[in-house]
């Protein structure tokens, strides 16, 4: 039997996501803990929402131990595992990605990428479609915000410096122009880049109608996965 062309195998796209009470924690100066936990499931349900549009709502598979983020996720058509991961795990992201593998070819995204577009994310995924393990790096060229796997070992490295460490597990970085895709947010200022980018309708509708102060750029920093 001939094997299935890279092109034609179907892909899963990935996001793992920690309960949503202890999720973006360096956003907390700029947002009481119920607006905070708000906006980190607007971002996550924009994130999948632009690779549902292109590779169909059941292709993404969100891990979390949160079941306000289970209902959320199901409710758009997409497919929710419960992230086995136990507490005190030294590397609980990467354990988490594991735990939600379930196709030949697979993509992880960080749940935090309210910019995203989907013709941004189709562009990406073609493009890695020639690597058997290749990444985008985050705008701050630090941070991993999306990694691709086809017919490779998975292997992911998210974490503080993970775009050093994809490249030397031999992960290829991708060059392309994909600014959304690159718009992880963890600090205010990440949070505003977004913002001047486009966010989606879920993030927008958070933009809209919360009465939290608007975060201003007085805090610094950025570490990828947090």
Do not use: Y
């Not at 939600?100 to 990406?124: K, N, T, W």
């Not at 998975?154 to 050093?164: E, H, K, L, Q």
């Not at 030397?168 to 963890?186: I, Q």
Request: net charge negative; aromatic share 4%; charged share 20%.
């Amino acid at each position: 039997m001939n094997p299935i062309p890279p092109e034609r195998r179907p892909v899963g796209v990935i996001i793992a996501v920690k309960r949503l009470a202890r999720a973006k924690t360096r956003l907390s100066p700029e947002f009481d803990p119920d607006v905070r936990e708000r906006l980190v499931l607007a971002m996550l349900l924009d994130t999948a929402s632009a690779a549902a549009e292109v590779l169909g709502a059941p292709a993404v598979t969100v891990v979390t131990p949160d079941p306000t983020v289970a209902a959320a996720v199901r409710a758009l058509g997409m497919v929710c595992a419960t992230d086995p991961t136990p507490a005190g795990h030294p590397d609980p992201l990467n354990q988490a990605l594991r735990a939600g593998v379930g196709a030949i070819d697979s993509v992880v995204l960080h749940g935090d990428l309210p910019a995203l577009r989907p013709e941004e994310f189709a562009a990406a995924l073609e493009s890695a479609r020639a690597h058997p393990r290749s990444f985008v790096a985050d705008r701050h060229g630090d941070g991993t915000s999306a990694l691709f796997t086809f017919g490779a070992s998975f292997d992911p490295r998210f974490g503080p410096g993970s775009a050093a460490r994809h490249r030397e597990s031999g992960a290829v970085e991708l060059a392309g122009d994909w600014p959304g895709l690159r718009c992880d947010v963890d600090t205010p200022q990440d949070l505003i880049a977004a913002a001047a980018l486009g966010v989606g309708r879920h993030s927008q509708n958070f933009i809209s109608g919360s009465s939290a102060r608007h975060p201003h750029s007085s805090s610094g920093g950025h570490r990828d996965g947090e």
